[in-house]
């Protein structure tokens, strides 16, 4: 076996990058992610060519990306235009583009191999990390899945770090520690000592670092998660909503903030569009028996479609929104999703891809339109709440408004039945790298799960399991103060990678 890893490095590579992908939820084996990690960085750096660096990295990236992402197959289960074997190939695709940027990263690295100690390959490597992690979340709308540092979540010492310098910049110096290791084997062992010992109290820090608990006499949040999956929901559409109204609860004498998943309201709640748009369920109706389940300072949040007309009245776009419903059955707000999904919620060169059979995996024949971006919402007095629809709440620096206009919590509905079994717990561990880089609790709510209410630490203060129907309810965790990375954003991750790339040249040139 070892013989045949050293005669084929690339092999080798694929195999790390999947072994990688293991240290993400839900198997959450973070000293493998670490490991896996360090040796492939050996194999970068003894790489005798470029273009052998390059293709060490991109096998590395296709067997990473094809793991981690295999829930991504799941989505082709719930439409008929396409079949869902296709699922597989698409994950497969994807994890082809995706490679390209821990290519990337190793050729930029490869090209700081001659320093004999190793510390400026190291340094150079988590720069480069950075630069393309940020790069995979922004070019081409980017997919932001899983950046390295979400697998520090289960050690939330380590990962309130993000914090002060977010996702990217904690991704490049986990980078960073796992290529000091080979350094520390060669005898060199004081840096990768120090990235140890700091893993080490940070860790230890947990304890100590924890948000308050939330006012037991305030107002209180509760998440709701019906367990009804993709292939019922059109046609258990009052089912849904029967099952949501009654798992809302009772009021109470404090005030509630009651959350609905994405994707089972698939009813028009907004009054005034032309009548010949409605079906018998009319908006009034529905709204009214929300009304009957809320207190007098209750508030109900639910993802809903939200249409727009032209001067003819003809139906000329539509939104994935999140509408705000009062205990006097109005509209009290609105939110239209703004960081939209490709090939979900629109397909991108319909122009091309239509011709060859290939449809959005969300049904419906009209491509959602975009929302301007962070919006909040008033909870009636008590603050202001984010919205964050789905996907969007992986996009880390770009989920919450900054400043006087910063609320006191984020809403998630998400519908992660498309999802498969990997998908769900990985779409929460993000959401918690979102509480604590924002310093804001997440509540998500999901049709099939995992359902959630999550502190501004980061903590898991509740839960509905993946295939239960139940709810969630709790205090409203506090919101800390702002953290540095909510007041500065992704500048944190270029500061770090400057100041590490800085580092790599420094290092090389004293090497040489």
């Known amino acids: 076996m070892f013989a045949f890893l050293r005669r084929y490095p690339a092999s080798a590579c694929l195999l790390l990058g999947a072994a990688a992908a293991c240290g993400f939820a839900p198997l959450q084996l973070w000293p493998l992610l670490i490991a896996a990690f360090s040796a492939w960085s050996t194999y970068v750096r003894r790489a005798p060519t470029m273009r052998a660096a390059l293709w060490r990295g991109y096998a590395f990236g296709v067997g990473h990306f094809t793991i981690n992402n295999n829930w991504f197959q799941h989505a082709f289960d719930f439409q008929d235009k396409m079949p869902p074997v296709l699922g597989y190939f698409a994950a497969v695709a994807l994890a082809v583009y995706l490679a390209v940027y821990p290519a990337a990263t190793a050729g930029i690295a490869w090209r700081f191999r001659g320093e004999t100690r190793g510390t400026a390959f190291a340094l150079a490597l988590s720069a480069a990390w950075i630069a393309t992690e940020w790069l995979r979340a922004t070019l081409f709308t980017g997919y932001a899945w899983d950046p390295v540092a979400v697998a520090w979540v289960p050690v939330l010492g380590v990962a309130r770090s993000a914090a002060l310098i977010?996702?990217?910049?904690?991704?490049?110096?986990?980078?960073?520690?796992?290529?000091?290791?080979?350094?520390?084997?060669?005898?060199?062992?004081?840096?990768?000592?120090a990235g140890a010992a700091l893993v080490v109290l940070l860790a230890a820090s947990e304890p100590w670092t924890r948000a308050p608990k939330g006012d037991p006499a305030g107002p209180r949040i509760r998440t709701v998660q019906p367990n009804i999956g993709n292939e019922a929901r059109v046609d258990?559409?009052?089912?849904?909503?029967?099952?949501?109204?009654?798992?809302?609860?009772?009021?109470?004498?404090?005030?509630?903030?009651?959350?609905?998943?994405?994707g089972l309201v698939i009813d028009l709640l907004e009054s005034g569009y032309p009548d010949w748009i409605y079906t018998e369920r009319r908006p009034i109706w529905l709204r009214e028996r929300i009304a009957d389940i809320l207190g007098p300072r209750d508030l109900l949040m639910t993802n809903a479609p939200r249409l727009t007309f032209d001067e003819r009245n003809r139906l000329s776009g539509a939104a994935n929104s999140v509408l705000a419903i009062g205990p006097d059955a109005r509209i009290a707000g609105a939110y239209d999703k703004a960081h939209l999904v490709p090939?979900?919620?629109?397909?991108?060169?319909?122009?091309?891809?239509?011709?060859?059979?290939?449809?959005?995996?969300?049904?419906?024949?009209?491509?959602?339109?975009?929302?301007?971006?962070?919006?909040?919402?008033?909870?009636?007095?008590?603050?202001?709440?984010?919205?964050?629809?789905?996907?969007?709440?992986?996009?880390?620096?770009?989920?919450?408004?900054?400043?006087?206009?910063?609320?006191?919590?984020?809403?998630?509905?998400?519908?992660?039945?498309?999802?498969?079994?990997?998908?769900?717990?990985?779409?929460?561990?993000?959401?918690r790298m979102r509480a604590l880089e924002e310093g804001l609790p997440v509540v998500r709510s999901t049709p099939t799960g995992i359902s959630a209410i999550i502190a501004a630490d980061g903590r898991l203060l509740a839960a509905v399991p993946a295939g239960v129907a139940g709810a969630a309810q709790l205090p409203v965790p506090p919101a800390l103060s702002p953290t540095p990375f909510s007041r500065i954003g992704n500048w944190a991750a270029l500061i770090t990678g400057l100041v590490l790339g800085t580092a790599a040249i420094a290092s090389r040139r004293r090497g040489r």
């Not at 350094?183 to 004081?190: D, E, I, L």
């Open 236 to 262: 258990a559409a009052e089912r849904s909503f029967r099952t949501m109204l009654r798992l809302s609860g009772e009021p109470t004498r404090a005030p509630r903030l009651i959350v609905w998943p994405e």
């Open 343 to 431: 090939y979900g919620e629109y397909l991108p060169m319909p122009w091309l891809l239509k011709p060859l059979g290939l449809a959005r995996l969300v049904p419906g024949d009209m491509d959602f339109t975009p929302g301007p971006g962070p919006r909040s919402i008033d909870w009636l007095g008590f603050g202001r709440v984010g919205l964050q629809v789905c996907y969007e709440i992986i996009f880390s620096g770009d989920v919450a408004e900054r400043g006087d206009a910063r609320p006191r919590l984020i809403f998630n509905p998400s519908n992660d039945a498309w999802f498969g079994t990997w998908g769900p717990p990985q779409h929460l561990a993000q959401a």
């Open 166 to 193: 977010g996702t990217y910049a904690l991704s490049g110096l986990t980078l960073l520690l796992a290529a000091l290791l080979p350094v520390a084997m060669a005898g060199r062992w004081k840096p990768a000592a």
